[in-house]
């Protein structure tokens, strides 16, 4: 699943995360979301390469692999990464999608690979390259006034379509990958900064409030806060009659 530290990142003092899901009744986490019932140890220690890498480079050692990049006109539009193996983190983010397609847990159920499944699998493990079968992603980093930010919510896995490419969104503390499942390749401006691209790779600010996630997590929050001053019998009682959380 998505490693610890990108939600331990994001809980930082707080003993427990707040995990608010746009498919699933709001719960407190101290580990974010996982599916013990996927992997057995053997399997979780190969995955443990990649899966290093992904945090380090996405994470703790983030400003020292990325520097930022600027338009002349615009000021900072993004960072540039410096020495990264793209294979490697493109396997990272195909692992974390394969992972999210086989879980049973309601935090990833959008996630429906399909005849990709195979494909994402055969990359977890090492044994093909991501690009060589046709996976590729783009990175976005969250940004106000023109700066890196990190908000709090971590939403569930979107699914959508980029200039008519199919695609899901995985969302990493600051960051979020745009995680490409389609025979179809990018396109600009997408495919100049590609994960998989022959460009310098390049994490795009995304600004906080346009983006379509900001009311999103707005509704949801309010939404998240009305259920927490339920009572037990009210709770009950609204799961009786079928309500869940809002859809997108």
Known sequence: ??????????????????????????????????????????????LNMADTYGAETLLTKFSSRFHEYRDQARGLVGYEAVDVDRDLLLQFLVSVLWRASVSSHDFFR????????????????????????????????????????????????????????????????????????????????????????TEPLRAVLSEFERAKEFNLMVKMARQSEEIRRMTREQRAELMKRGASPSKR
Not at 3 to 18: G, S, Y
Not at 25 to 40: A, E
Request: charged share 25%; proline share 6%; hydrophobic share 45%.
């Open 110 to 197: 959008r996630v429906e690979l399909g005849p990709w499944e195979d494909r994402a699998k055969e990359v977890t493990f090492g044994n093909v390259k991501a690009r060589s079968v046709g996976f590729d992603a783009v990175l976005r980093i969250w940004a106000r006034a023109g700066r890196a930010h990190t908000p709090a919510p971590v939403l569930d896995p979107d699914h959508q379509r980029w200039d008519g490419v199919r695609a899901y969104t995985l969302y990493l503390g600051r960051l979020m990958a745009v995680v490409k499942v389609d025979s179809l390749p990018f396109t600009q401006p997408f495919v100049a900064v590609s994960v998989a691209g």
């Open 1 to 46: 699943m998505i490693p610890e530290a990108f939600w331990r990142d994001l809980r930082e003092d707080q003993q427990t995360l707040l995990m608010v899901s746009s498919s699933s009744w709001p719960i407190n986490s101290r580990v974010g979301v996982y599916d013990s019932g996927i992997l057995c140890a053997d399997c979780e220690q190969r």
